[in-house]
C-alpha cells in the first residue's frame, strides 16, 4: 500500500530564510505533484515531476524528485509573507492503481 | 482559474436534509474525482469516474452518492446530513497520464456545505 508522508506538518518561519518540506513515499511511483492552498480556498497545482532527477523551479520555490530515494523535496529560498499556504505533495503509482495518494500537508506561516 | 466550476459555493442545511453537489470538469478531462475537506484537514478521496464509469472508490459513507454524466459533469450526493459532514468539498478533473497530459488534477474552487 502505498503511503505518502510529508514532514514538517507546521512550520513557521522568518521572511528571508531558506527551508525544505519534504514528501516520502513508500513504493515505486512514476509521478509526484506539488500542490498550493491558501486557507478555504482551492488547490493549486505547482510542479508536476515525472522522472527520476526532475527540477523545477518557479520563483522562490524548487521541487526535485530522487525516485530512489523515494523522496521529493519542494524548497523556498529566500522567503516572503506571500509564499504562507499548506503545501501538498501527491503520489501516483501503480501500488495505488494510479489513484493519488495525497501527505496531510504542510502549513506554512511566513512572518514579516 | 482552473476551468473546473463547481456549484454552489456556499450551502447551509439543517441535520437530516440532503443536498446535492454540483461539477462540471475541465473541457476535454474524462476523469472527475471528489474530494472532501474538513476543517484545517488534509484531502480525504471520495470517488472517481471516467467517462461516466465508477473508477475507483476512497472514504465515501453510504450516505454519500455520485454519478456522472454524458456530458461528464458530475454529482455528488449528500442524505441524512450530520454536523461531522460540514466541510469543503472539491472536485477535481484531469486527462489520463499520457503523451503530453501530466495526469495532474485540476480543482474547482470548492462547494462549502454547513450542516446545523
Known amino acids: 500500500e502505498l503511503k505518502v508522508e510529508q514532514n514538517p506538518l507546521f512550520l513557521s518561519m522568518q521572511e528571508g530564510k531558506n527551508y525544505t518540506i519534504y514528501c516520502n513515499y513508500s513504493t515505486t511511483s512514476d509521478r509526484l505533484y506539488w500542490y498550493r492552498q491558501d486557507p478555504g480556498k482551492s488547490l493549486e497545482s505547482l510542479f508536476v515531476l515525472l522522472s527520476n532527477g526532475a527540477v523545477k523551479q518557479e520563483g522562490r520555490l524548487m521541487a526535485s524528485l530522487d525516485t530512489k530515494a523515494r523522496l521529493s523535496t519542494l524548497h523556498i529560498t529566500a522567503a516572503v509573507h506571500d509564499l504562507s499556504a499548506t503545501y501538498f505533495c501527491a503520489v501516483g503509482s501503480m501500488d495505488s492503481n494510479y489513484q493519488l495518494i495525497w501527505g496531510a500537508g504542510t502549513k506554512l506561516i511566513i512572518k514579516p | 482559474d482552473s476551468g473546473v466550476t463547481q456549484t454552489p459555493k456556499h450551502l447551509i442545511t439543517a441535520t437530516g436534509q440532503r443536498v446535492t453537489l454540483r461539477c462540471s470538469p475541465r473541457?476535454?478531462?474524462?476523469?472527475v474525482y471528489w474530494y472532501q475537506q474538513s476543517l484545517d484537514q488534509g484531502l480525504q478521496f471520495l470517488i472517481q469516474y471516467y467517462n461516466g464509469e465508477e473508477r475507483a472508490k476512497g472514504n465515501i459513507l453510504e450516505r454519500f452518492s455520485a454519478q456522472q454524466f454524458p456530458d461528464l459533469h458530475s454529482e455528488l450526493n449528500l442524505s441524512s446530513l450530520e454536523l461531522g459532514d460540514s466541510a469543503l468539498y472539491f472536485c477535481?478533473?484531469?486527462?489520463?497520464?499520457?503523451?503530453?497530459?501530466?495526469?495532474?488534477?485540476?480543482f474547482g474552487e470548492g462547494s462549502r456545505l454547513t450542516v446545523l
Open positions: 477535481a478533473s484531469s486527462h489520463p497520464l499520457a503523451g503530453p497530459n501530466t495526469g495532474e488534477l485540476f
Open positions: 473541457s476535454g478531462d474524462l476523469s
